[in-house]
């Protein structure tokens, strides 16, 4: 995410572009898995593309099930963060408005199923694409695929819902 | 395990006994999540209580989804990697054997099903319990929960498949 001109599948200046969790609310942004405050953590970036919302990861050396391929709990994360911002953005565009035109709304992760189709090889940049498939005012069902180097090799099931007030701090 | 006697609840000697991962052999003990040689990544070490397979994890500072409560991915990755264990030690003891007699067998994951009840608060030690629910050669079906101070937070199910020959290096 250099923000130089990147290759095939990725329109010009779409690394450049502030993603969907850059809108976060600085509160929100903390996010092992998304949060641009967070410096340990993944910080994955999330960004429409027509219909759909992708990110692209390269997972770390260390981010392996056996050696030469990933874990299955950062597939889980990658795709758990993705559809939150996914969701967050689904309903944005469905009220008519993009993205940070307005305080970005918040989803937590109610449920998350993964199906690892085959093994996912560690080297190439993944690619996670999602499209909001139910969008409510409280709920929004998110489906999501994995690749790596053009080969889906995961899908996910996501349902976000809003962030309780609980989850606030006071 | 370590053929010491186990009480309910957290018995003496339990974090000083050796764990299910402790038994993979070296090339598998790699992961992320369970590996007890990835010096980056969580160590989670599970180990049989009764009926229950049983892992304790206290999540670092920067696992956080916000300022005081757990990440999913994170809940994602402990109930994975512990769901493997519990299959692997599962089989092992249905075939009579106690996980260690024998080469341990490599499980991963085919599907991961978390429901996030509620929020899971930064702080306590979590505890994840699993029970194998189906054991058959091929593929292993377990349950497990993540709790905090008592309340379970988080439930899943998750299908283990033996190691496919592909992931084997050569």
């Given at each position: 995410m250099s923000g130089t001109g990147t290759a095939k599948g990725t329109p010009a200046?779409?690394?450049?572009?502030?993603?969907?969790?850059?809108?976060?609310?600085?509160?929100?942004?903390?996010?092992y898995g998304c949060g641009r405050l967070n410096a340990h953590g993944l910080q994955i970036k999330s960004r429409w593309e027509g219909d759909e919302v992708v990110a692209r990861f390269s997972p770390r050396p260390e981010h392996i099930a056996i050696p030469g391929f990933v874990y299955g709990g950062l597939i889980a994360s990658l795709v758990d963060c993705h559809a939150m911002g996914t969701a967050a953005a689904a309903v944005e565009r469905k009220a008519g408005r993009e993205i940070g035109a307005g305080p970005a709304p918040r989803f937590v992760t109610g449920s998350l199923k993964v199906d690892y189709l085959k093994p996912t090889p560690l080297g190439p940049e993944?690619?996670?694409?999602?499209?909001?498939?139910?969008?409510?005012?409280?709920?929004?069902?998110?489906?999501?695929?994995?690749?790596?180097?053009?080969?889906?090799?995961?899908?996910?099931?996501?349902?976000?819902?809003r962030m309780p007030e609980t989850m606030r701090r006071g």
């Open positions: 200046g779409h690394a450049a572009s502030r993603a969907i969790q850059d809108f976060y609310p600085d509160d929100f942004a903390h996010c993944l690619e996670i694409r999602a499209r909001p498939v139910e969008i409510g005012e409280r709920k929004v069902i998110v489906h999501a695929t994995v690749s790596a180097a053009g080969v889906v090799t995961a899908r996910g099931e996501v349902v976000a819902v």
